[in-house]
């Protein structure tokens, strides 16, 4: 059986009474693209948090490609191979497009000292504007972030999670405040970086069709708990989702 890129076991966080994550449990496997939906109050941000090390989780275990990232923080995690988006914008918006690709992922680059005598863009300019064809973004490649429009801005942002060429890329509503006519783009885009860069994505989103679309499996919590995880497939024809949460 493949070995899984990351296994969650028996997740736990509470805030006083209110159990945020109460024993979530579940495996991302290499090359996935792993869907996480729920209502709002679900715990799924507090899940992803805790995953990326923004949170530590009262109980439960976490781990990357078979080691213990439980306690980790976010920069050791980007360093071991976890990128991410978040739901609000992060680009650096006085910064060209081609420089913000860069400047994420110059903490791949070793040592401090070695970064002062790499190249101007520290050798990784021929990875970014391979990034920037594929995002197709080369006409705004050297205009700044700050200029373009939002859903510009929103390839910009998932680009830079892929500048460190992670093994596993935590997406946060990739879909949040982009105009439906990019939805499919994104989509189309996550797909091909699915079959192209080899990496598995976990992703969560409340656009229900971008994630029945895009995802081989899907996640479904209510309060705090895994209600469901199977197919797109399974998780439409499940009543206790349909009554739950898809409202059908």
């Given at each position: ?94 910064m060209s497009v081609r420089d913000n690709l860069i400047v994420a992922a110059q903490e791949h680059q070793g040592s401090m000292f070695g970064r002062m ?132």
């Amino acid at each position: 059986m493949t070995a899984p890129v990351l296994k969650v076991s028996d997740l736990k966080k509470s805030y006083g009474a209110i159990h945020a994550v109460a024993g979530v449990s579940f495996e991302v496997l290499p090359g996935e693209i792993f869907g996480v939906i729920g209502p709002n109050g679900s715990g799924k941000t507090t899940m992803f948090n805790s995953v990326l090390g923004q949170i530590t989780p009262d109980a439960g275990r976490i781990e990357l490609n078979g080691q213990d990232i439980t306690r980790l923080s976010p920069v050791e995690l980007n360093q071991r191979g976890v990128g991410r988006t978040f739901q609000t914008l992060q680009v650096f918006g006085k910064m060209s497009v081609r420089d913000n690709l860069i400047v994420a992922a110059q903490e791949h680059q070793g040592s401090m000292f070695g970064r002062m005598f790499a190249p101007g863009d520290s050798g990784l300019g021929a990875r970014a504007d391979a990034l920037i064809d594929q995002f197709r973004i080369r006409h705004v490649a050297d205009k700044k972030a700050g200029e373009l429009s939002y859903g510009q801005q929103k390839l910009v942002d998932i680009a830079m999670a892929f500048m460190s060429e992670p093994d596993l890329v935590l997406l946060d509503e990739p879909c949040a405040g982009v105009n439906p006519s990019l939805v499919g783009g994104i989509s189309t885009l996550l797909k091909e970086l699915n079959k192209t860069r080899k990496g598995s994505f976990v992703v969560i989103e409340h656009n229900m069709d971008f994630v029945m679309d895009l995802c081989h499996r899907i996640l479904v919590m209510v309060e705090g708990k895994v209600m469901a995880l199977g197919t797109p497939a399974e998780i439409r024809s499940n009543k206790q989702v349909l009554d739950a949460y898809l409202g059908a």
